[in-house]
């Protein structure tokens, strides 16, 4: 997911879908209806681009390989022990196999509101060992927090690419009830899409990503309906917001573990 240029895929889109019950209405001409993310602008994770979605993420995410080795590092370094841990938005789930060997005891809930890209996942798993130890829920965050995850606690909570495909508001709501899942002494892993603060630099990385995207077949045409749909599509992630409403939720300050152009990973603790 994503919000500019450097990290929008091939159709104008980011990594994730709706996992937050989304009450602001959306309209235009090039709104895509899909079963399980309602209105979003060129985006269909039950259609062509779910399909494609392995090819099109590394299209929108600079160094999407690389941010996920560096997180599933975090996860061996702070997480290895943990009983329960939370993935919203896996996606086609290429990176379970993975979580579930770094963390062997934990059994996890992996939280789809798609139903292609949860099928997807399920075939990521299948036969690995530890299988047994993932549930998997076709639901979105906020009604997953009033039903089946109404009072859950986990030792791990990952979140990828998924935040900036909503409004600032939005993005404190779920800021807020990713904190609320996160228990005591537990790791949230967070990456989204976020912007620097002085906008010089904006303009100088939407620059190198337009170019990049340029290098891997995009036209001019395409690059320019992504600049068009930025902060429209995709929101950034400020960093001073997930500070702040994490700190408000009494979480550790984040610690950056990476950056490429737009592309940010955080990890975050709740302190014993």
């Given at each position: 997911?994503?919000?500019?240029?450097?990290?929008?895929?091939?159709?104008?889109?980011?990594?994730?879908?709706?996992?937050?019950d989304d009450?602001?209405?959306?309209?235009?001409?090039?709104?895509?209806?899909?079963?399980?993310?309602?209105?979003?602008?060129?985006?269909?994770?039950?259609?062509?681009?779910?399909?494609?979605?392995?090819?099109?993420?590394?299209?929108?995410?600079p160094?999407y390989?690389?941010?996920?080795?560096?997180?599933?590092?975090?996860?061996?370094?702070?997480?290895?022990?943990?009983?329960?841990?939370?993935?919203?938005?896996?996606?086609?789930?290429?990176?379970?196999?993975?979580?579930?060997?770094?963390?062997?005891?934990?059994?996890?809930?992996?939280?789809?509101?798609?139903?292609?890209?949860?099928?997807?996942?399920?075939?990521?798993?299948?036969?690995?060992?530890?299988?047994?130890?993932?549930?998997?829920?076709?639901?979105?965050?906020?009604?997953?927090?009033?039903?089946?995850?109404?009072?859950?606690?986990?030792?791990?909570?990952?979140?990828?690419?998924?935040?900036?495909?909503?409004?600032?508001?939005?993005?404190?709501?779920?800021?807020?009830?990713?904190?609320?899942?996160?228990?005591?002494?537990?790791?949230?892993?967070?990456?989204?899409?976020?912007?620097?603060?002085?906008?010089?630099?904006?303009?100088?990385?939407?620059?190198?990503?337009?170019?990049?995207?340029?290098?891997?077949?995009?036209?001019?045409?395409?690059?320019?309906?992504?600049?068009?749909?930025?902060?429209?599509?995709?929101?950034?992630?400020?960093?001073?917001?997930?500070r702040?409403?994490?700190?408000?939720?009494?979480?550790?300050?984040?610690?950056?573990?990476?950056?490429?152009?737009?592309?940010?990973?955080?990890?975050?603790?709740?302190?014993?």
């Amino acid at each position: 997911m994503s919000g500019s240029i450097a990290q929008l895929s091939r159709e104008g889109s980011s990594d994730a879908g709706k996992i937050v019950d989304d009450e602001t209405p959306v309209s235009g001409q090039n709104r895509v209806k899909s079963q399980a993310y309602g209105l979003m602008p060129s985006l269909d994770f039950d259609g062509d681009y779910g399909r494609t979605y392995k090819s099109n993420i590394r299209d929108s995410v600079p160094g999407y390989d690389t941010l996920h080795e560096i997180g599933l590092a975090a996860v061996r370094m702070t997480s290895s022990q943990s009983l329960k841990a939370l993935v919203v938005g896996p996606g086609p789930g290429e990176n379970m196999p993975s979580l579930l060997e770094a963390c062997p005891k934990a059994r996890f809930t992996l939280l789809e509101p798609s139903e292609q890209m949860l099928a997807f996942c399920k075939e990521s798993i299948d036969g690995v060992d530890g299988m047994h130890r993932c549930h998997l829920q076709q639901n979105g965050l906020m009604e997953a927090c009033k039903t089946s995850l109404k009072e859950a606690i986990f030792d791990l909570v990952i979140c990828h690419n998924v935040l900036h495909l909503f409004n600032g508001d939005q993005q404190t709501k779920m800021l807020h009830q990713l904190a609320g899942l996160t228990g005591i002494g537990g790791t949230l892993l967070l990456s989204a899409f976020s912007e620097p603060e002085k906008v010089s630099v904006t303009e100088s990385f939407l620059a190198l990503g337009g170019q990049r995207l340029k290098d891997r077949g995009l036209t001019e045409e395409q690059v320019s309906t992504l600049l068009a749909s930025r902060n429209q599509v995709v929101f950034s992630v400020d960093e001073a917001r997930v500070r702040t409403a994490l700190g408000a939720a009494d979480m550790a300050p984040p610690l950056q573990l990476y950056q490429a152009l737009f592309a940010k990973l955080w990890l975050i603790q709740r302190p014993n």
